[in-house]
């Protein structure tokens, strides 16, 4: 079998946000969404001039600080759904030799009429961290572009472990309303190992500036750490409230 490559954006060594443990994170060219408050513009086009790397090259990689990374590897972006015949790969082979692995996605490319790629990947998924942008669908238009009608049906077809993911927004995603819903969703499914509520940051507006992309919430305040907690609060309320009505 020929070797399978992927167009590789940087990789990180000792991560600690990024699933379980620390972790050594492999960040993939390419993604269709378009959050506002990406920090990553850098990684949405798949074609952009990156490392081309084999599943080999990433394994040896590993192999040369796994003592350092006692989690495992996380696959993020971008979004890894984008090169998933490379991630499933990395991951097979990886799996193999007892390496925990971790899928971080937005979901996006979820067809609920067509699974059997992402069945695959999944099958060496230890654990699955599933970002979702925004609960209502026509504001997660406005926030991405796109519709998450795959992201929520994909939520719901996971089997393996999932760490949900939530960036809270001043303005967006920060209102009762919103975070409400989100947790009476989460209530409903029955593989949440943990939930990550993240509050937002500008840290990304000079990496726009020196690509020369004007930065969408220009003027919009990070959200503090209070704030990020009274919303996780708001959530479990209605997640709690959801699971105790049965």
């Not at 990886?94 to 692995?101: D, E, L, V």
Request: with cysteine; aromatic share 8%; hydrophobic share 35%.
């Amino acid at each position: 079998m020929s070797e399978i490559f992927g167009n590789i954006h940087s990789i990180e060594s000792c991560g600690t946000v990024d699933g379980p443990g620390i972790r050594f994170v492999v960040f993939t060219q390419g993604c269709p969404l378009r959050c506002q408050y990406c920090h990553n513009p850098d990684t949405w086009d798949i074609n952009k001039q990156a490392n081309h790397m084999s599943v080999g090259d990433i394994l040896k990689q590993y192999e040369g600080v796994k003592e350092f990374c006692s989690g495992g590897i996380t696959v993020t972006g971008g979004e890894p759904l984008c090169q998933i015949e490379f991630v499933t790969e990395l991951f097979k082979q990886a799996n193999a030799k007892g390496i925990n692995t971790a899928l971080d996605t937005s979901g996006i490319f979820f067809n609920r009429d067509n699974t059997e790629k992402i069945d695959e990947l999944l099958k060496y998924t230890s654990i699955v961290l599933l970002d979702i942008k925004h609960i209502d669908d026509e504001e997660h238009k406005k926030l991405t572009k796109h519709s998450n009608k795959n992201i929520l049906a994909f939520a719901k077809d996971i089997k393996k472990p999932m760490w949900v993911r939530h960036v809270v927004v001043p303005g967006i995603t920060f209102k009762e309303e919103y975070l409400t819903r989100l947790g009476v969703f989460l209530a409903g499914l029955h593989n949440i190992a943990a939930l990550d509520v993240l509050p937002y940051h500008d840290m990304a507006v000079p990496k726009y500036e020196n690509l020369g992309i004007e930065y969408p919430l220009k003027g919009v305040p990070p959200l503090s750490h209070e704030q990020a907690m009274e919303a996780r609060n708001i959530i479990m309320k209605a997640y709690k409230a959801k699971k105790e009505e049965g």
